[in-house]
C-alpha cells in the first residue's frame, strides 16, 4: 500500500518561508518522479512543481519558478519543497504526488496516481 505523508505547513507572514516534507512508503520510491501540487478554496488543484526519479530534472510553475525549489533524497524515501518569498496567494492547500513515469515532466495531476492527504499553507500580507 502506497503512502505519502506531508509535513511542513503552517502560518507564515508574506516574504517568509517554509519547508514542506513528503515521506513515500509502499513503492520503490527512487523510480518514480515526484510533484506537489496545490489548491486553494474554490480552485481547481494545480501543479507546483516536479522532480524527476533520479532527481536530475526540475519542473515548476510560473507562479512559483524562483522562489520555490524541489528536491528529493532517495535514500530517505522523501520529496521536499523549499517555499521562500511566500506570497498570501501561495495559500492553498500543498499536496505531494508519487508519479506513473520516472520523468517528472507531466503537469497533470491525472498522471499521478498516488497521493497525500495535503499539508495546509496560510501566508498572511
Known amino acids: 500500500q502506497v503512502q505519502l505523508v506531508e509535513s511542513g505547513g503552517g502560518l507564515v507572514q508574506a516574504g517568509g518561508s517554509l519547508r514542506l516534507s513528503c515521506a513515500a512508503s509502499?513503492?520503490?520510491?527512487?523510480?518514480?518522479?515526484m510533484g506537489w501540487f496545490r489548491q486553494a478554496p474554490g480552485n481547481e488543484r494545480e501543479f507546483v512543481a516536479a522532480?524527476?526519479?533520479?532527481?536530475?530534472?526540475?519542473y515548476y510553475a510560473d507562479s512559483v519558478a524562483g522562489r520555490f525549489t524541489i528536491s528529493r533524497s532517495n535514500a530517505k524515501n522523501t520529496v521536499y519543497l523549499q517555499m521562500n518569498s511566500l506570497k498570501p496567494e501561495d495559500t492553498a492547500d500543498y499536496y505531494c504526488?508519487?508519479?506513473?513515469?520516472?520523468?517528472?515532466?507531466?503537469?497533470?495531476?491525472?498522471?499521478?496516481?498516488?497521493w497525500g492527504q495535503g499539508t495546509q499553507v496560510t501566508v498572511s500580507s
Open positions: 522532480i524527476s526519479s533520479s532527481g536530475g530534472n526540475t
Open positions: 504526488a508519487s508519479g506513473n513515469s520516472p520523468s517528472g515532466t507531466s503537469r497533470k495531476p491525472t498522471n499521478y496516481p498516488y
Open positions: 509502499g513503492r520503490t520510491f527512487s523510480s518514480y518522479a
